[in-house]
Structures are given as C-alpha cells and as structure tokens.
C-alpha cells in the first residue's frame, strides 16, 4: 500500500559531503503542501544536490529528511511513487511516439485508465496535434511539454521541477505556470529551480537561497523587495 501524501518535508541540519568537500552544510527548512519554493543559488551552490535529495536519488551524509511522518529511508522505499521529477533530462524515449510514452509511464505506474489519463495529459500539454509523431521528430520545446506531462501523469503529491521552462516559448512557459498553479491550489508539494526570475517571482511562496552550499536566505519575499536584489543580497 502506498504511503498518505506528506503533509510537509522537513529538512534538519542536512549535509552531503563528496570526499572532503560539502555540497550541503546543515540546510534546515520545512516545505508545506500546497506552496511553490523556489530553490535558487549560482552554479555549484548546492542546488542539485539538495533536489536529487528530495527526491530520494541520493541519501544526505548527516542530518534528517523527514516526508510527513516516514524518514528518508521508508519515503525511499515506499513513497518514490509520489514523485513527480523534471530534471535536466527528458527521460523520454526518443523512439516511441508521444501517446506511447505516456501509456508506457502509465502501464509502469499500474495506473488505471491509461488510455484516457494518456488523452487527457496530451492535451493539457498542447501536443494531441503531435501524438503520434516519433518524439525523435520533437522540438526542444515540445519534448519538454511531454516531458512535463510524464512528470505529473501519476497524480505525484512532491513535484520536484529543474528549469521546467527550458525551450519553451513563452505559450509554453504560460503552460508551466498554470500547471504550477494548479498543482499548488490541489495541495502538492511543490520545489522548483529556475533562471527565470520572472516565471519563479510571479509563482513562488517561498524562495530558498543557496551559497556554496549553505542556506542563506529562507522564506517568502520581504516586502518591497525585488528578486534581483533579494538574490543578489544573499546568493
């Protein structure tokens, strides 16, 4: 049986350390449902080491990750279901047509009524035009809106996103922030990193703020203050 969604992650002191060096120093924080946090930091300043985290790739070093009521190690073995992951790669197959992706995901899931969930996630994610294409034949852009649509097919209650919006016009990018904004209202739990300061500042509750490897801002936006600036404050 699958574990209930988690009502929040919490993070305490985490560190992963690769040989001497800390990628995360004791980051604590805790992730409520039904919020967007965006993670933000420059290059090398722990970002994607602490969203493989999240999403049970890899273990921390020290400290805890609790996922509602069950620690790492059980979210891991029980709860990887409940996660929804866009990441730097598709993880799409090239040579299956676009309907075929998403039944296969679908037939992995055990989910029921592939057929009309595959159907329903097509469209949502503007591609029933392209269905039956080989995704070999796929721009950049609709091969993120597929990937996108895979990501959520599950009815995921943690969705981890890695610049979501690369290679999407900025139809797609609208795309992506209804989507967000319909995930957050249905009470998911929500992380996103992004370049895009324009997409994360309209969308974000909370802005996580990362610097080599240490949390250095935590929360939402102080009023009156810019993203830019509260970024550049403190990354």
Known sequence: MAPRSPSRLTLHNV????????ALHRISTTLERGSITALLGNNGAGKSTLINILATIDAPTEGEVRFGKLDFSQFARQGRA????????????DELTGRENLRFFGTL?????????TEEWLQRVGLSHAADQPVSTYSRGMKQRLTLARALLHD??????DEPATGLDQAGTALVSALLH???????????????????????????ILRKGQLR???????G??????????A
């Open 15 to 22: 560190s992963r350390v690769f040989g001497r060096t800390y």
């Open 82 to 93: 409940r996660i929804g992951w866009v990441s730097h790669q598709t993880l799409v197959y």
């Open 109 to 117: 899931y055990d989910l029921d009524n592939v057929p009309a969930l």
């Open 156 to 161: 995921p209650q943690l969705v981890l996103l």
């Open 182 to 208: 319909q995930l957050r209202d249905e009470g998911r739990i929500v992380v996103i990193i992004s370049h895009n300061f324009a997409l994360i500042e309209a969308l974000a509750d909370n802005f996580l």
């Open 217 to 223: 801002a935590s929360g939402p936006m102080p009023a």
């Open 225 to 234: 203050t810019s993203l830019m600036s509260h970024y550049h404050t403190h």
